[in-house]
């Protein structure tokens, strides 16, 4: 199968780079987004606005496109089941809907006995007062949530009073991990153990949203081993084509959990645009689009800086960078607090 044009359903700053990635690979491009101002519509050839619920636009997008993948997890199963029966999706749907819900995916993963944070499934407040095991610990919803969004910190049972939110959402409760470190492993999988992996890269986060990313990570050999290869356990398990992230807790004793899969191209990954021969978009749309695997070499070690919110403000326009240093604007038409808005990559 000779793909020409590849759908991208969501328009945001991973769907901008799969854009770019393709263009680089002779693939045209067409994205669906329900958000009339998705930035990566400055990046597309075809750009279709709507609803993801509205089928007679969704036909519309899926009758242009080859194959179609996907930029973020909260898509509707239903939609991308639908889609499926007209073109192939990949990653599978069924990826997406394990994935998508916290619980799903955290029982998957110790099915294939991989350390997770502890969890436990919360239905009514009431639950929370028997669960005193569990604090310190986060409530987090078990759909939708990102950047920390969703998510609840209780420290102590007091705490539980305060607490005012609709259950019916579906909740879980996490212990809170002393964390040492975060780190997270970007795989593409091509098909039966035919995979390429980039080295683990150590994450900085700010209010629970990304700041640093950076390689190499400053762990140990048996972490940067087991990381890897819990991570190809994941990606095989899934039978995953294309590109996936492992984002990983390291504690205070070198313990390492997987704190959650994202089945799609990661923030922590935009460093290997510069810093790989091989970037995790490039992987992706070459996966997805059954194009030829190259093995990956790493070019230089790199750092890379999120701009959220107003700090994009200080790089635009006629900043001069060093030869080292890549600047990305996501052209995103507002500036919201806790918005990914750019990033700079810096080789080291
Ligand atoms: P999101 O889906 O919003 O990315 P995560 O579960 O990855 O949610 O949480 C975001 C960040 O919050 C993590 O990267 C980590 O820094 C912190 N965090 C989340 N859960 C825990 C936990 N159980 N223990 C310690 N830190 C946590
Ligand atoms: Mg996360």
């Known amino acids: 199968m000779s793909v020409i044009n590849l759908g991208i359903i969501g328009g945001g700053q991973l769907g901008s780079m799969l854009c770019e990635a393709a263009k680089k690979l002779s693939i045209k491009t067409t994205i669906y987004c329900d958000d009339v101002n998705a930035p990566a519509q400055n990046f597309c050839d075809e750009f279709i606005h709507g609803d993801y619920s509205n089928k007679e636009k969704i036909y519309k997008f899926a009758d242009k496109a080859d194959v ?82 969703g998510q609840f910190p209780i420290k102590k049972i007091e705490d539980i009073k305060k607490i005012n939110i609709d259950f019916s959402k579906g909740y879980i409760l996490e212990k809170l991990v002393k964390l040492k470190q975060e780190i997270s492993v970007i795989i593409t999988r091509f098909g039966n153990n035919d995979y390429e992996i980039y080295e683990p890269i150590e ?42 992230c492992v984002e990983f ?70 900043k001069k960078f060093e030869n080292n240093e890549f600047f990305y604007d996501y052209l995103k038409k507002e500036i919201k607090e806790k918005r990914k808005m750019g990033h700079i990559t810096k080789l080291i």
């Open 68 to 149: 179609i993948t996907y930029e973020f997890e909260n898509i509707p199963f239903e939609t991308l089941n639908e889609i499926n029966k007209l073109k192939l999706v990949l990653p599978k749907p069924s990826v997406n809907r394990l994935i998508q819900h916290r619980l799903a995916e955290k029982d998957f993963i110790n099915k294939l006995n991989i350390r997770t944070t502890r969890y436990v499934l919360v239905e009514k407040k009431q639950d929370l007062e028997t669960l005193q095991d569990f604090l310190p610990g986060i409530l987090k919803t078990t759909t939708l949530g990102y950047d920390g969004k």
């Open 203 to 244: 994450n900085t986060h700010e209010d629970q949203i990304l700041k640093f990313s950076k390689i190499p990570a400053d762990i140990n050999e048996k972490i940067f081993n087991l990381s890897k290869d819990w991570s190809i356990r994941i990606a095989e398990e899934l039978k995953y084509i294309g590109t996936l």
């Open 249 to 318: 807790f390291i504690d205070r004793n070198e313990n390492l959990y997987v704190n959650e899969i994202a089945p799609r191209v990661h923030n922590s990954g935009h460093l290997t645009i510069n810093a790989y021969n091989v970037s995790q978009f490039e992987n992706h749309i070459r996966a997805v689009c059954s194009l030829k695997k190259i093995p990956l070499k790493k070019i230089s070690n790199a750092k890379m800086i999120n701009l959220i919110g107003t700090q994009i403000n200080q790089f635009k326009g006629n």
